[in-house]
């Protein structure tokens, strides 16, 4: 199976600070990969697919960059309900793999 | 309103069976691709199976095949994740999510949009 390691695992950031989460693979993936973001005791929520492509209804502080095996993740100035934990996902092959997950959270 | 509902999770013994259903509304059911995924307590996500418009394709995570069986029935708006020979490291929130496909002119593209509130499964004696 593909492995997607993402970094860092967590942060610590302020209010309209600049924030940007990588998502490394195992292999080249195209730019099959997608964002997620999950907020505590809820689904998460699609972000970013086609690695760079914004879903509906999704603001335009976040962006998503990369091809191959490294994406990113950019929050162009964070909001409060930002902070939450943030999710790459492959869809390149079977199975699926997510990345362990990078938590945002409050300084 | 677009909505996925899921049910069916309980507290099982290792070995046993169950059975989640996912109700979807607001869509056109059969038109989408749909995925389970499953996050066990305090853990990242990690997804699981999924099955395509006509139940012609389905596919699994490892850790699952021979155990689990995804299947759909479209009268009913439902889709459904089969699971024997519960183990503990089965114990998770099990979402259901619509897949859908994004086509860029070039190539395609899949994005898990619409997602239940999820089902707890607990295997445990």
């Known amino acids: 199976a593909i492995q997607m390691t993402q970094s860092p695992s967590s942060l610590s950031a302020s209010v309209g600070d600049r924030v940007t989460i990588t998502c490394r693979a195992s292999?080249?993936?195209?730019?099959?990969l997608g964002w997620y973001q999950q907020k505590p005791g809820k689904a998460p929520k699609l972000l970013i697919y086609?690695?760079?492509s914004l879903q509906s209804g999704v603001p335009s502080r976040f962006s998503g960059s990369g091809s191959a095996t490294d994406f990113t993740l950019t929050i162009s100035g964070l909001q409060p309900e930002d902070f939450a934990t943030y999710y790459c996902?492959?869809?390149?092959?079977?199975?699926?793999?997510f990345g362990q997950g990078t938590k945002v959270e409050i300084k | 309103e677009v909505q996925l509902v899921e049910s069916g999770g309980a507290l099982v013994q290792p070995g046993g069976s169950l059975r989640l259903s996912c109700a979807a509304s607001?869509?056109?059911?059969?038109?989408?691709?749909m995925a389970w995924v499953r996050q066990a307590p305090g853990k990242g996500l990690e997804w699981v199976a999924n099955?395509?418009?006509?139940?012609?394709?389905?596919n699994y995570v490892d850790s699952v095949k021979g155990r689990f069986t995804v299947s759909r029935d479209i009268a009913k708006n439902s889709v459904y994740l089969q699971m024997n020979s519960l183990r503990v490291e089965d114990t998770a929130i099990y979402y259901c999510?619509?897949?859908?496909?994004?086509?860029?002119?070039?190539?395609?593209?899949?994005?898990?949009?619409?997602w239940g509130q999820g089902t707890m499964v607990t295997v445990s004696s």
């Open positions: 999510a619509r897949d859908e496909t994004h086509y860029d002119g070039s190539a395609y593209y899949d994005g898990l949009d619409i």
């Open positions: 099955i395509n418009r006509d139940e012609t394709e389905r």
């Open positions: 086609a690695a760079s």
């Open positions: 996902l492959q869809d390149y092959r079977y199975p699926r793999t």
């Open positions: 292999q080249g993936i195209r730019n099959d």
């Open positions: 607001g869509f056109t059911f059969n038109s989408y691709w």
